[in-house]
């Protein structure tokens, strides 16, 4: 069980950039997290001294399909009976970790993380989207935290300077609705700027036990 503290999980988006990952993967800020997800990782050197240098300090979960555009680092300093691999998909990856809360009493929590390819065409319902898989896999009865890059634009998360509103926002927003879940980062954070747009594309959903529970949900601007 995680009898630290507390428990630490960063989420960072590769954007299939090399040199950005193996920069990050290098970074000692990185390997003081327990959990890093990540999204549109690079596939192309899993041989490299920065990859070599991560599997010395995380354990990593991913899907074994070079088009896969999610994955889960975890820090080797968790037991690996901590933790146990629950989906592992192309979009979605999730795991369970055991915990203590603040009464010393343990608990799983459920994290996903998560990566929707987005449409060009905002007012279009896609029947592919991984928003409908995400449906089957999350549970009303236990604690679960998602991290997700959605690529939907929405003027709720960001109101200055954001124009464009996605249809599938609304299909995400009910099966979050439906399995009691709450955003966790504050509203009005830029995570994404692009295209004359300053939005929340990145988001953090979680219950509301997982919420109380949480110290800071934050933009970790000084990364690099």
């Known amino acids: 069980m995680i009898k630290q503290s507390f428990l630490q999980i960063l989420q960072y988006n590769i954007r299939k950039s090399l040199r950005i990952q193996e920069l990050f993967l290098i970074n000692k800020k990185v390997r003081e997290f327990n ?5 549109k990782q690079d596939h192309n050197n899993n041989d490299s001294q920065s990859f070599s ?20 680092y975890i820090n080797k300093h968790l037991r690996l009976n901590q933790w146990i691999v629950e989906t592992v ?16 009493e343990t608990q799983m929590l459920r994290l996903l993380n998560v990566y929707n390819l987005c449409s060009l065409f905002t007012t279009f319902t896609e029947k592919s989207s991984i928003i409908f898989d995400l449906n ?25 300077r954001c124009f464009t509103h996605h249809m599938m926002i609304d ?15 504050k509203l009005n954070i830029i995570t994404c700027e ?16 997982i919420q109380f529970m949480t110290c800071k949900c934050k933009i970790w601007i000084d990364l690099h």
């Open 89 to 104: 998909e192309s979009d979605i990856c999730s795991i369970r970790i055991l915990t203590c809360n603040t009464n010393d």
């Open 136 to 160: 089957k896999l999350l549970k009303n009865n236990c604690e679960q935290l998602i991290i997700e890059d959605f690529n939907l634009h929405h003027f709720h998360w960001k109101k200055r």
């Open 35 to 39: 959990i890093v997800t990540i999204q």
């Open 53 to 72: 240098s991560a599997y010395n300090f995380f354990h990593l979960v991913k899907n074994s399909s070079s088009q896969s555009r999610t994955c889960i």
């Open 171 to 185: 299909t995400l927003l009910n099966v979050i609705t439906n399995v009691r879940l709450k955003l966790l980062l």
């Open 194 to 209: 692009a295209h004359n747009q300053f939005t929340m594309i990145d988001l953090v959903f979680n219950s509301e036990k």
